[in-house]
């Protein structure tokens, strides 16, 4: 199983102050971040893209690409990208320069957003919110196969057979389907034989079981080998030496970003309670000392039917840079030693 992260390069308030960091420092801090994560020999790392003030990350490429030329081996890859509301040309070019700066370590996680900030910024109808993914998936997924492409669509110009320059390193840049909890974003996935990538930021992993055996079952009836349909889990996580130092670490940040959220979307303010629940034995934030967070992935390994990558999602406790590193650096020589001896293969 692969371990890596998944950054959304989140710039939170001090809780004492109020003050917000310089944009400048936490962008030099995430680079630092993925630096740490290649020296401890984690596999992945991976930028959302947003366009919100609470997130750096709207040009997850760009930071990829200062990451890239900085480290040697982890893979690195988007968290995800907002195909709908991009040009796919443009998308395949971006990581396709990426993945020459890396030496062939880019992949890229395509999905249609949780946030629907990039819709109406790019001049897009959320009415088209599944059409436009269809469409454009289906551009970007034939730009990966050929150097020149014949295609017309409904939302971007058609093409004649232009080249599309430049060409990745690596024969086949992966490219996986990011998918939140819509039955047919899972059927869809398993339909191409394409890697998924699941959002699970709440409630419990086993909940999920259902949604991936239908991606397995959709994969197996379009005659798709189970080797082409690996499974990755996005969640909440976060390392400490103990518990309760990696509670209280990921805490802050977690409530703030969530009240925040939750006030749009008229949920019911956080409570720790809440939190307690999630970080617990039956909840799904993997947060917790190099023990209990392992034990707990291998768990959810089990409850899922096998998965094959594994990130965390750590941005909001970016309030606390050491706390961060250390939580890096458990993640890589004390997590991650024990998933792999486990034997659970990518």
Not at 206 to 219: M, S, T, W
Not at 250 to 274: D, M, N, V, Y
Not at 310 to 335: C, D, H, N, W, Y
Request: proline fraction near 7%.
């Amino acid at each position: 199983m692969e371990i890596g992260i998944d950054s959304f390069a989140a710039i939170l308030p001090d809780p004492a102050t109020g003050q917000l960091p310089s944009p400048r420092n936490r962008m030099a801090e995430l680079i630092e971040e993925v630096i740490a994560a290649d020296r401890v020999g984690l596999d992945v790392f991976g930028i959302g893209e947003h366009h919100r003030g609470e997130f750096l990350d709207s040009a997850p490429t760009v930071i990829l690409a200062a990451a890239a030329a900085r480290t040697e081996q982890i893979r690195l890859t988007s968290a995800v990208t907002v195909l709908s509301a991009a040009d796919p040309v443009r998308v395949f070019q971006e990581f396709a320069t990426l993945d020459l700066i890396s030496r062939g370590r880019a992949e890229v996680v395509v999905g249609r957003g949780s946030f629907v900030e990039a819709y109406p910024l790019f001049g897009l109808d959320t009415r088209d919110y599944d059409d436009l993914f269809a469409e454009k998936l289906d551009l970007f997924l034939k730009l990966g196969e050929a150097t020149s492409v014949t295609w017309e669509g409904r939302f971007r110009p058609a093409l004649r057979g232009q080249g599309v320059f430049p060409r990745p390193h690596q024969p086949q840049m992966p490219v996986w389907i990011g998918v939140g909890g819509t039955p047919e974003s899972f059927a869809r996935a398993g339909a191409l034989g394409l890697p998924l990538m699941v959002a699970i930021i709440g409630g419990s992993f086993e909940r999920f079981r259902p949604l991936i055996d239908l991606y397995r079952e959709a994969g197996r009836r379009a005659g798709h080998g189970p080797e082409m349909l690996r499974v990755g889990v996005h969640a909440m996580g976060f390392v400490g030496e103990t518990n309760a130092a990696a509670k209280e670490g990921f805490f802050p940040g977690w409530a703030h970003l969530t009240a925040k959220i939750g006030r749009e979307r008229g949920w019911s303010p956080p409570t720790r309670q809440q939190f307690e629940a999630m970080a617990g034995p039956e909840g799904a934030f993997l947060v917790g000392d190099p023990a209990t967070v392992s034990a707990k992935i291998l768990r959810a390994s089990e409850e899922l039917g096998g998965i094959s990558r594994i990130t965390f999602q750590m941005s909001t406790a970016s309030l606390e840079p050491a706390a961060m590193k250390r939580s890096i650096e458990l993640l890589g020589t004390e997590v991650a030693p024990v998933i792999r001896a486990s034997g659970r293969k990518p």
